[in-house]
């Protein structure tokens, strides 16, 4: 194998390794979402030159053809023939990439827009069916506030019956108390001027009054 050829070989294969791993960090920028484009100009010079390059080993192979054994022009033809193969399939990854890339450009805002409508519909929906729990939370409360209003209204009715009443209830307290002292104070003095048998009639009377003023009070 010539110098010329074994080098023409080596700086293929390291230009092939080179174009893949370049497109394998492009992707990863895209996924990043980082800018790509530096590294796109990149993998397109050098598959240029990888075509290039083909191209002059094929024309070195022409060259050295005739000095060589029939075997080993098989060898490099099929040599040539894989870096041709590897070189579409490079060139048609990389332009598959591409092409998805602009795709998802001229969707992405189609995409947004309809994202953003979507959004603004459940953002709206979301915002109705808050503003009726709200109202109805309210209708509720204000029911409850007017039930709460009434209940204390009859309480405060209640109680003020409640204070008539014992007000009522004190002030014949107070006239049965005055009555019970005028009637002591009368037999007192009857006590005193009587004598024991009216004594004990004017005990009975009193027994009687008493009674009297206790079941009518």
Not at 54 to 78: I, S
Not at 114 to 121: I, P, Q, R, V
Not at 150 to 175: A, E, H, M, P, R
Request: with cysteine; glycine share 2%; proline share 0%.
């Amino acid at each position: 194998m010539s110098d010329q050829y074994k080098n023409d070989i080596d700086r293929i294969q390291k230009l092939i390794v080179s174009i893949k791993t370049d497109i394998n960090k492009r992707e990863q920028k895209k996924k990043a979402g980082q800018q790509f484009t530096i590294i796109e100009g990149e993998i397109r010079g050098q598959l240029t030159n990888l075509d290039r390059e083909l191209v002059l080993l094929g024309d070195l192979m022409k060259l050295q053809e005739n000095t060589l054994m029939q075997k080993e022009q098989e060898k490099r033809r099929n040599q040539l023939q894989e870096f041709k193969n590897q070189r579409d399939l490079i060139s048609e990854q990389f332009k598959k990439a591409v092409l998805e890339t602009k795709q998802e450009q001229q969707i992405a805002p189609k995409q947004l827009a309809e994202l953003s409508n979507m959004t603004n519909k459940e953002l709206f929906k979301n915002q109705k069916d808050l503003q009726q729990e709200q109202d109805k939370l309210l209708d509720s409360t204000n029911e409850q506030a007017i039930v709460l209003k009434y209940q204390g209204q009859n309480i405060n009715q209640t109680i003020n019956q409640q204070i008539i009443d014992l007000n009522k209830l004190n002030d014949d307290v107070d006239k049965t108390n005055k009555n019970m002292t005028f009637v002591n104070s009368k037999f007192a003095s009857i006590i005193q001027k009587s004598s024991n048998c009216w004594l004990i009639i004017i005990i009975v009377i009193e027994i009687v009054l008493l009674l009297c003023f206790i079941l009518f009070l």
